[in-house]
Nanobody, 120 residues
Framework: LVELVESGGGSVQSGGSLRLSCPTS????????LGWFRQAPGKEREEVAG???????SYADSVKGRFTISQDNAKNTLYLEMNSLEPEDTAVYYC??????????????WGRGTQVTVSS
């Protein structure tokens, strides 16, 4: 069983920063994968960043250089540090976890989401 509860969302002005946290029990498994997704009003859900048990990371082009995904195995927590936030980053952010299947991540567990609002 993997439980995910995002926190750290809120309202910030353009150029500001936020750090999202997601405690998870995924670290008890081997071959796990974690990711941050977001969904803005009227838009489809998109993957923002991903990380696996080997520490490999990936980012959407729209956030590369501004967002950093990381994990603290000792604290069983996934993080997303968001810098230089822009109004376009406004969305509900979700933490997701799963198991690596071949070369892809089967995201079978999802958090409830945390709102991030960036004003100009």
């Amino acid at each position: 069983l993997v439980e995910l509860v995002e926190s750290g969302g809120g309202s910030v002005q353009s150029g500001g920063s936020l750090r999202l946290s997601c405690p998870t029990s995924v670290y008890t498994y081997s071959g796990y994968c974690l990711g941050w997704f977001r969904q803005a009003p009227g838009k489809e859900r998109e993957e923002v960043a991903g990380i696996d048990s080997d520490g490999r990371t990936s980012y959407a082009d729209s956030v590369k250089g501004r967002f950093t995904i990381s994990q603290d195995n000792a604290k069983n927590t996934l993080y997303l540090e968001m810098n230089s936030l822009e109004p376009e980053d406004t969305a509900v952010y979700y933490c997701a976890a799963g198991v690596v299947v071949i070369t892809t991540c089967d995201f079978g567990y999802w958090g409830r989401g945390t709102q991030v609002t960036v004003s100009s």
